[in-house]
């Protein structure tokens, strides 16, 4: 299967370089060139236009900052619609809206080629090693033909039901994701204020009933300091707007949502849209006068498990 990569940012790169890995057949394009010349430096080919890209291979991906910019490259006129034909298929990878997801995905339909939700989750430095997992909507067929390309990019895959099923899944774990880091800079604080010892509060909570895959990973970048988790603010915002959004089109009351979008969009205003998410815990450290730091803890996650091929849960 050749296989067509559009977006090589922090998550898209990283995804795209498992394929390269594992000897797949590759063509990528980005807007930046230094980073499409780097796969090209390890082997891929790269495409003049995402109607070139998905003229010449089998399966698209789409990993892209937004659902705007996702629509701009599907429905270009250079874009990806006007290269598909029949029995290509297209996997959004992209964190985006369930609504926008379908929408474009009956134009696929349209042309006779395939549509599939495929949001990750785990984290950067899991999408580096294979690792991350993946979350696919869409027709249970055309999930079993890009199956072995997923078990590439990821250790745990999940066909989670039709079109879209995938992305509102992804913004649920996403927005859990953020309610837990904002309340680890409040732990943080009253562990501060309270003279414990916060290596020794890391083990602890890792072990209780509080622990969370944020604290596990998240925790460590912000006692070292560096709170450098490969994710920025503004994607943070954009992925607890989706959910607030969603709930808003369900006619969900909720309390904390609205609260947690709040949050985040002062955390972007204090340091900035480009400012590691993590760093919402210093508007805690702030507000109190204190800091988070302890020694032996990373300025960057690494994943030290060792790669194997992905599977079905």
């Known amino acids: 299967m050749k296989v067509g990569f559009i977006g090589l940012g922090n998550v898209g ?149 039709g079109l879209g099923t995938a992305s509102v899944l992804k913004v649920i774990t996403n927005y859990l994701a953020s309610v837990h880091l904002v309340a680890l800079g409040e732990a943080w604080t009253v562990a501060k204020k309270s003279n414990l010892d916060l290596s020794k509060t890391y083990k602890g909570i890792a072990v209780s009933s509080g622990n969370s895959f944020v604290h596990e990973t998240e925790s460590q970048v912000i006692l070292n300091g560096s709170y450098n988790i490969n994710f920025t603010m503004d994607l943070v915002l954009k992925d607890t707007g989706l959910f607030d959004d969603l709930a808003k089109k369900l006619n969900a009351s909720l309390e904390i949502s609205p609260k947690i979008v709040e949050i985040f969009k002062d955390g972007q205003k204090k340091y900035g849209s480009r400012a590691w998410s993590s760093m919402i815990v210093k508007r805690m450290e702030d507000l109190n006068k204190v800091d988070f730091r302890a020694n032996g803890f990373p300025d960057e996650l690494i994943d030290e498990e060792k790669e194997k091929k992905g599977y079905e849960i």
């Open 13 to 161: 790169g990283k995804l795209a370089g498992s394929l390269l890995r594992n000897n797949f057949d590759l063509t990528v394009k980005d807007l930046d060139q230094n980073l499409t010349k780097s796969f090209i430096d390890l082997g891929a080919k790269v495409a003049n236009s995402a109607k070139e890209l998905a003229e010449q291979v089998d399966l698209i991906i789409t990993c892209l900052p937004s659902p705007q910019i996702c629509s701009e490259v599907m429905e270009g006129e250079d874009g990806i619609l006007n290269g598909l034909s029949k029995n290509k298929i297209w996997l959004e990878m992209s964190t985006t809206d369930e609504s926008e997801v379908k929408r474009i995905g009956k134009k696929v339909i349209s042309k006779k080629a395939i549509p599939l939700d495929g949001p990750v989750s785990g984290g950067c430095h899991r999408a580096a090693t294979g690792n991350i997992a993946i979350f696919v909507g869409g027709e249970r067929s055309g999930f079993e033909k890009v199956l072995p390309v997923l078990t590439v990019m990821g250790k745990k895959v999940l066909h989670t039901g």
